[in-house]
Structures are given as C-alpha cells and as structure tokens.
C-alpha cells in the first residue's frame, strides 16, 4: 500500500521561496509527481522524479530521496498565479515489473500574499 | 490534440438514477485511468486500463460502479443507484505505456451532484 504525506496548507509572499515538503511509504517505488491544481481545474504536471537528486524546471525544482521517501518542491519567484494545490503522487510497480496507477496525497494549499 | 475530453462537465442527479461520464484521451495513449475527487482531498484512483484490458480496480469501486473500455479508445464510467456520497469530480487521465509514460494528463474532470 501507499501512504502520502505533505502539509495541507503553506502562505508565501510574492517573489519569495517556497519549499513543498513530501514524505511516502510504498510497497513498491516507479518514480514520483508532483502536479498543479487550481481551484476547480484539473491537475497539470509539474515534475517526474524516479531517481535521487534534483530536477530543475524554470523557476520549479523537484528533488527526490529513494532512502528517505521524501521529496519537495521548490517554487522561486513566486508570483500570485501560482496560488494553487500541490499535489505529491507515487507511483508504484506492478510485480510483473510495469509501471502502475499514480497514488495521490491530499495536497498543499498554498496562498501567495502580496 | 485538444488533450483528455470528458463529458458531461457537470451532472446533478437525484439519488437512485444512474449517471454515465464518456472520456475520450489523448489519442494514441494505450493507458487509461479514472479518479475520483472530493473537496480537499488528492485524487484516489478508482480503475485503469491499458488498451481494452482493466488491468487494476480499487476496492473504492463498489459493485455499483463499472468502467469500459471497449474498443481501447474512449472509456465509461457509470455509476448506479446514485448515493449522495458519490458527489465529486470524476476526473479522467492517460498516458503512454511506455516513452512519455512518465506523464499522465487529465481531462478537465466531470462533477457530479447527487440530491
């Protein structure tokens, strides 16, 4: 089983740093998202991570440790648009070795304040 | 490609109907998933496919809840009986097997009210 933990809501001034946090516990690991909510809207990728280290992507970076099932993501220069829902998801593996479903953590609001 | 199309967007039902959503992928993509929202809650899987076969459903699918497939393009979700815990945004995504399989795109989600 999956069990997916990130923080439920964060505030962030505009222009300033912010660091998602994520920790999971997996049966069986092929690779983690992190993916963009807006109210209402459906998610949109942000990040693939499957091995240690760090990914960046313009002003989003996402980093993974395998030992420690954690994994952030880090938005820098934040602008208002990026108020959304953050959502940290796993991906396990099949025993037949093929990539699987994706498995949710309940998100992190984050409000970007003037 | 106009990416993952689902319909209806919204559907409010009284309790006991049936209710069916369609979702059409992105063309070419062999893998198919279907997810359920609540308010406040990350996406729980509900059941994927990849080409016609269901390869995995959740334990959250009860007996009133069935999913097609059947010529491994556009898929149905129906649901029967209708409950009003069943209020949420169904959303649908796919993806390849294998490439870009590390992304998987969903549809603008379909919401569904029960009274």
């Known amino acids: 089983g999956q069990n997916i933990d990130q923080p439920t809501e964060m505030t962030a001034t505009e222009g300033a740093i912010v660091q998602i946090n994520c920790t999971y516990q997996?049966?069986?690991?092929?690779?983690l998202f992190w993916y963009q909510q807006h109210a209402g809207e459906a998610p949109t990728f942000l990040s693939y991570?499957?091995?240690?280290g760090l990914e960046e992507k313009g002003r989003f970076s996402s980093f993974l440790s395998r030992s420690k099932g954690y994994s952030y993501l880090l938005l820098k220069e934040l602008q208002m648009k990026d108020s959304a829902s953050y959502l940290c998801a796993v991906r396990d593996r099949v025993n037949t070795g093929t990539a699987s479903k994706l498995t949710f953590g309940t998100g992190t609001r984050l409000q970007v304040t003037l | 490609d106009t990416g993952v199309s689902q319909n209806p967007r919204h559907k409010i039902t009284k309790r006991g109907q049936n209710v069916t959503f369609r979702c059409d992928p992105i063309?070419?993509?062999?893998?198919l998933y279907w997810y359920r929202q609540t308010l406040g809650q990350g996406p729980e899987f509900l059941t994927y496919f990849q080409n016609e076969a269901q390869l995995e459903k959740s334990r959250l699918l009860s007996d009133r809840f069935s999913a097609e497939r059947p010529k491994g393009s556009f898929s149905t979700l129906e649901i029967q009986r209708t409950e009003q815990g069943d209020s949420a945004m169904y959303l649908c995504a796919s993806s390849l097997a294998k490439g870009d399989g590390n992304t998987i795109y969903f549809g603008e989600g379909s919401w569904l009210t029960v009274v």
């Open positions: 063309s070419e993509h062999n893998r």
């Open positions: 991570n499957v091995l240690d």
């Open positions: 997996t049966s069986g690991f092929n690779g």
